[in-house]
């Protein structure tokens, strides 16, 4: 069965860091993508970033970029997101998923973590 587990979510204030987690099992995910998304109330799901497990290339969206990290340790089967100069506008449910296809969108992921909460205060 394969699981995604998302941890470190957290309430900080603005300017401040996080690090999330998300750690997977029940397959390997040689040739897949790992992506992170977040979702604020009222709003949809939107990408954040992602990196591809074989050679970590990462793309990033335009509102984290220079300021959110992903990086991977395979022997460990778990993917990061540093998060860094936290505005309120980060707040959200973040989500980690694994895809078949590095992708921007929601669609080519196939699995999904439960999301963990990231509440940024001013």
């Known amino acids: 069965q394969v699981q995604l587990v998302e941890s470190g979510g957290g309430l900080v204030q603005v300017g401040g860091s996080l690090r999330l987690s998300c750690a997977a099992s029940?397959?390997?995910?040689?040739?897949?993508?790992m992506g992170w998304f977040r979702q604020a109330p009222g709003k949809e799901r939107e990408f954040v970033g992602f990196i591809n497990w074989i050679g970590g290339s990462t793309r990033y969206a335009d509102s984290v970029k220079g300021r959110f990290t992903i990086s991977r340790d395979t022997a460990k089967n778990t993917v990061y997101l540093q998060m860094n100069s936290l505005k309120p506008e980060d707040t959200a449910v973040y989500y980690c998923a694994a895809g078949r296809f590095a992708s921007v969108t929601t669609t080519f992921y196939d699995y999904w973590g439960q999301g963990t909460q990231v509440t940024v205060s001013s």
């Open positions: 029940g397959r390997t995910f040689s040739g897949y993508a």
